[in-house]
């Protein structure tokens, strides 16, 4: 395993409305590398939003193979986020990717990874990366006291998160389904 890390990924599916943001940084050990990556995608004619946390080839192999169960699954979110985790937990090859991913359209909101999870949160919000906790203990109370609306709740939690977390920064990108 390297010490690559590409970071913060916080996502809310509230009314029939997902909305998921990333930040920028990829970091090489205490470096940073990069303060404007791109870890989250349209995919499936734009009717799903993806993002990653984790090594960047990695996730766009996911990605990719995500693309394929959707296709098999006529859009199905949560049977292709099984399909994914089945494959990926199984397969030799996939089965050493390193990254997390969440996933949504306006079903719902889910978190794949590597070791078979496929997690659908209770309140719709998830979050993963190094900066995970402190995004979605923002989201949580931005969530739950206040009338903001799903992008605003997602974007203050990054922002946070992004003061507190060296992995983090505040290069956000947004996408709303």
């Not at 296709?71 to 990717?97: C, F, H, I, M, P």
Request: with cysteine.
């Amino acid at each position: 395993m390297n010490n690559m890390h590409s970071t913060t990924i916080i996502g809310l599916h509230s009314k029939g409305k997902t909305a998921l943001c990333g930040d920028g940084q990829v970091s090489l050990g205490d470096t940073v590398v990069k303060a404007k990556a791109l870890k989250i995608r349209r995919i499936f004619n734009d009717k799903v939003i993806i993002g990653f946390a984790g090594a960047t080839a990695d996730a766009f192999t996911l990605f990719e193979k995500f693309e394929e169960k959707l296709k098999s699954n006529k859009g199905n979110l949560k049977k292709a986020a099984v399909d994914l985790a089945k494959e990926w937990r199984q397969d030799k090859y996939l089965r050493r990717l390193e990254a997390m991913l969440i996933a949504g359209d306006k079903t719902g909101i889910l978190m794949i990874s590597g070791v078979g999870d496929v997690m659908e949160p209770d309140d719709g919000l998830i979050a993963i990366g190094s900066g995970a906790n402190y995004a979605l203990s923002a989201a949580r109370a931005l969530l739950r006291n206040t009338k903001l609306s799903e992008e605003k709740i997602v974007m203050e939690a990054m922002q946070i998160a992004s003061e507190i977390c060296v992995y983090t920064n505040d290069q956000f990108t947004l996408e709303v389904l």
